[in-house]
């Protein structure tokens, strides 16, 4: 069975530093997606990016990158400058690339906190 | 472009009282997925609908819980009779067709208390 793991419950970074956010997963797959969800206070659950892992290029948005490393079963989320508005909790979530799954795997959350 | 819509974004009822929570997902996607959110067991999915079919209920706790889709772009789920173990964020999420169909976009969610 699948499993998604954020091993860091809470993170705290500096307005304008740079914070990375860790997620391991397990899979006997070869294909599939993996995804970074953001939950605000208001709890939206808001995407923030998302890798195929067919694809070696890691991808970004904006100030939001990953480092997917498929061999170690890592994908971190690295958010440069950071912002007030990025405090939320992020998920971290895995999907089969498999023609007909749609089920989510997703881990506990990482909480972000941004001080002034 | 509207995202998904969900109604009530609170609910407080008594123990016994049906609860009936709604959703409208984004205009054209034909996937729906219903999600619970508790701080004990996360993010659970509930069932999930393709083309207005249930196609997986499995996550539905017990049969006090159901859910319908009568069209494409309304969905309820119903929890009849409510306990206050069915206190929650309950999440309705949406997917495309096509290369995005992978991707869900979830609504702002429907806190339910139960007393």
């Known amino acids: 069975a699948q499993t998604v793991t954020q091993s860091q419950p809470e993170m705290s970074v500096q307005e304008a530093e740079t914070v990375t956010l860790s997620c391991t997963y397990d899979?006997?797959?070869?294909?599939?997606?993996l995804f970074w969800y953001k939950q605000p206070p208001s709890r939206q659950m808001i995407l923030v990016i998302r890798?195929?892992?067919?694809?070696?290029q890691n991808a970004t948005e904006n100030r939001f990158s990953v480092n997917f490393q498929k061999a170690a079963k890592s994908f971190s989320l690295k958010i440069s400058d950071s912002q007030l508005g990025d405090a939320a909790m992020y998920f971290c979530?895995?999907?089969?690339?498999?023609?007909?799954?749609?089920?989510?795997?997703f881990g506990t959350g990482t909480r972000l906190k941004v001080l002034a | 472009d509207a995202g998904v819509i969900q109604s009530p974004r609170h609910e407080v009822t008594e123990m016994g009282q049906e609860v009936t929570l709604r959703c409208k997902p984004i205009?054209?996607?034909?996937?729906l997925f219903w999600y619970r959110q508790t701080m004990m067991r996360g993010l659970e999915l509930l069932i999930y609908?393709?083309?207005?079919?249930?196609?997986?209920d499995s996550g539905m706790p017990e049969d006090r819980f159901s859910a319908k889709m009568p069209n494409a772009s309304f969905s309820t789920l119903k929890i009849q009779p409510s306990e206050p173990r069915d206190s929650a964020v309950y999440f309705c999420?949406?997917?495309?067709?096509?290369?995005?169909?992978?991707?869900?976009?979830f609504g702002p969610g429907t806190r339910l208390t139960v007393l």
């Open positions: 999420a949406s997917s495309p067709r096509g290369s995005e169909a992978d991707t869900q976009y």
């Open positions: 899979t006997s797959e070869s294909d599939y997606y």
């Open positions: 890798q195929e892992a067919y694809k070696q």
């Open positions: 979530a895995y999907r089969r690339r498999t023609s007909g799954t749609y089920k989510y795997i």
């Open positions: 205009s054209g996607h034909n996937s």
């Open positions: 609908f393709n083309n207005n079919v249930p196609i997986d």
